[in-house]
């Protein structure tokens, strides 16, 4: 049985969690301001885990034209990002110093690097290829990106779902808006971030650091949403 349930016994929050398993691979025992850095960025893994569910679910709603079922997945995605956002905050606990000695370890791995937040940029319909090429990706990697490129995007799927004339197409639209905007704000905060961290340093995968990631608040997650919206949609 799962989460360690057996006939007749009611898992403990503990065993729910799976909290031994989980701090077991946290890196939760590092130097003070090592664990404050991972655990942030774990953290962050872990609700992009999270936020691909609910663009799969949506999606697969918006295919099979359930528009409530695929607003209630997007309605939760703004709340997400909102607390993704806070670990970024929770990073200013870091002085510049102390920043530079974690950074000093870390070679040339960065979360310019995460492969979840591109599967959400590619799932979404934000499709860059040159993210195929950032340097330390893994061909694994690599292959999750191109498998995600293979898949109908949910910018896609909405289109269609628009095009049919589909229910509650105004409410799935501002769905999608406020997550959109609401991954702008937290790339925003994550700049500030990089900004009071590192100044203009570049970034440890050979990005530009704070200033990319400014730039970066002006991309969109969905380049199709505002095309070809009906006035009586709105």
Known sequence: MSDGAEAGHCPAYGERLRLDELLEVARVHETP????????????????????????????ALT?????????????LPRIMAAVAQHFDALHALTPDEFDVVRATLGTSSGFQSVQFREIEFLCGARDRRML????????????????????????AFGAYRDRAGEDVKRIHDAMAAFDAAMRSCRGRHAALAEALLGGVVGTAGSSGAAYLWRSMERTLFPELTQGVRSDDC
């Open 33 to 60: 301001e090592r664990a404050l850095f991972f655990g942030a960025h774990q953290a962050c893994e872990i609700w992009f885990a999270i936020v691909l569910r609910h663009l799969e679910a949506a999606r697969r």
């Open 64 to 76: 099979e034209g359930q528009g409530a079922e695929a607003c209630a997945h997007l309605d939760r």
């Open 133 to 156: 090429n950032i340097a330390g990706l893994t061909d694994h990697d690599r292959a999750r990106l191109l498998a995600r490129l293979d898949q109908h995007s949910l910018d896609a």
